[in-house]
């Protein structure tokens, strides 16, 4: 059970399963071992839920991902004349602002494994913000 | 106003239930998962993978956060309130009861 789960989680980006990977594997451990003492039904709609969640989760999660990649690059014009060129930018270093945030707070909880997703997330965030201020002629 | 508008937005179910099974007291994922079928009667039984969507979000948005219990191992992370999570909640109870005050409104205004 554990192991088809497991397969399911590979669906999801890596900087999720390096963050959660172990904690989720263990909730839906536990989960499954009470509805499976509820008998074999009860089991059956459990895994049909869990995995069709898991699909439905782990595209969220792409889709999230991509939208933010997309909005900090602001590699489409038309929404920073949309929105503003500064909100772009604003968003962009907004977003790097909150990275680091929750990278110290990472570190401060000794929670190296999500602090190094953070620092990943921290250079894309960067270099996002360096090819917007590129691409519009900013300087820092 | 727009922008008073969007501080408003209702939460979703997932969100909602979360944030409030985490205003007494921290809790980790799983017991998060049984709280919430207690809070909604049993009509809400949260996947792993939609709990854990939701609680990335408020990680990300710093509603929630994690940290170290006692007894806590990597599998075993523990999650709180943060103020920002706490305010959204109350605005959230202020928004339905808001609602709750005009629809029942209506109905008297209805019935009588």
């Known amino acids: ?40 039904g009860a089991w059956a709609l ?78 894309k965030a960067r270099e996002d913000l360096r090819k917007l201020r590129d691409r519009f002629g900013f300087d820092e | 106003m727009r922008h008073v508008a969007e501080e408003v937005k209702p939460l979703t179910e997932p969100v909602l239930l979360i944030l409030m099974s985490l205003a007494d007291q921290p809790r980790h994922g799983y017991a998060l998962m049984k709280d919430i079928e207690v809070l909604s009667n049993g009509r809400v039984r949260l996947s792993t993978g939609t709990l854990y969507g939701a609680l990335r979000r408020l990680l990300e948005d710093v509603w929630i956060e994690r940290f170290d219990q006692e007894d806590t191992s990597r599998e075993k992370q523990a999650y709180r309130l943060t103020a920002a999570g706490r305010r959204q909640l109350r605005q959230e109870l202020e928004r339905m009861k808001q609602l709750t005050r005009a629809a029942a409104g209506r109905l008297r205004a209805r019935e009588a």
């Open chain 1, 1 to 40: 059970m554990k192991r088809i789960y497991g397969a399911f989680l590979r669906l999801y980006p890596r900087e999720y399963r390096e963050l959660f990977g172990p904690e989720v594997l263990s909730v839906f451990e536990q989960a499954a071992r009470e509805q499976r003492a509820r008998g074999w």
């Open chain 1, 46 to 123: 459990f895994m049909v839920s869990e995995l069709s969640g898991a699909v439905v989760s782990a595209a969220g999660h792409w889709m999230d991902r991509f939208s933010a990649r997309r909005d900090a690059a602001g590699i489409e014009v038309a929404g920073a004349r949309r929105r503003g060129l500064f909100s772009v930018l604003d968003e962009a270093q907004n977003r790097v602002d909150l990275n680091l945030r929750r990278m110290t707070h990472a570190i401060a909880d000794r929670d190296f494994v999500a602090a190094r997703a953070y620092s990943i997330e921290d250079l």
